[in-house]
C-alpha cells in the first residue's frame, strides 16, 4: 500500500486492490454477525447474492449507496467499513483510567 503525504503533512493512504478485499472482509464479517445470507443482503442492495461475494472478496469495489445502506443494516459507521477503525466513547482509554483510578479514593 502505496502512501503519499500532501500538501498539508497528513498521509493519505493509495485505494488499491488491497483496500477491497479489507472493505469486502469487513461487510462479511458484519453480514455474520448479524446472520444473514448473501441472498438477503443483495435483497438490500438490489443485487444478486454472486454480487455480495464479489464484494466481499474484493473483486468488485463497494459503491459509495451500497455503503450507506450497509452502515444503516450494521449499525456501524462508514469508517469501520471504510478503514477497519472502530466507534470509540468519548473518552481516551488513558482518560478512562485516570477516571478509574479517582474512583478508587471514593
Known amino acids: 500500500i ?13 485505494f488499491d486492490n488491497r483496500c477491497n478485499e479489507e472493505i469486502g472482509l ?7 454477525e448479524r446472520n444473514m445470507t448473501g441472498v438477503e443482503l443483495g435483497t438490500y ?6 454480487q455480495v461475494s464479489r464484494i466481499e ?6 459503491k459509495l449507496e451500497y455503503i450507506f445502506i450497509l452502515c444503516q443494516i450494521f449499525e456501524c459507521s462508514a469508517d469501520y467499513l471504510l478503514f477497519g477503525t472502530e466507534e470509540r466513547d468519548y473518552l481516551s482509554d488513558k482518560q478512562m483510567k485516570c477516571i478509574m483510578d479517582i474512583k478508587k479514593y471514593f
Open 26 to 32: 469487513r461487510i462479511q464479517n458484519k453480514r455474520i
Open 57 to 62: 472478496t474484493g473483486k468488485v469495489k463497494c
Open 2 to 14: 502505496e502512501i503519499m503525504t500532501n500538501l498539508v503533512g497528513l498521509e493519505i493512504k493509495e
Open 45 to 50: 442492495l438490489s443485487v444478486n447474492a454472486n
